[in-house]
């Protein structure tokens, strides 16, 4: 299969890549759909390596807040 570039388009990313994504998503503010672009591929694969991140690194799931009173 070619394509408009001569390669064929990344379908995942690296460990290494996985963590230089959350690095910036998280540290830097870098919004996903930049990181996507910057390592050549869709959001959803940014989003699930930065997920894989927060679970290796045992951060506990965003939970939405209450917005009941007591």
């Known amino acids: 299969m070619t394509h408009r ?13 996985k963590i230089r994504a959350a690095y910036l ?8 759909q930049v990181l996507a672009d910057v390592f050549g591929v869709n959001q959803g694969r ?3 390596a930065l997920t894989a991140i927060r679970r290796a690194a045992g951060a506990a799931p ?5 917005n009941g009173q007591d």
């Open 5 to 17: 570039r001569g390669f064929a388009p990344k379908t995942d990313l690296t460990p290494e890549e």
């Open 46 to 48: 940014i989003n699930e």
């Open 62 to 66: 965003v939970q939405p807040e209450e």
């Open 25 to 32: 998503y998280e540290c830097r503010g870098v919004a996903q």
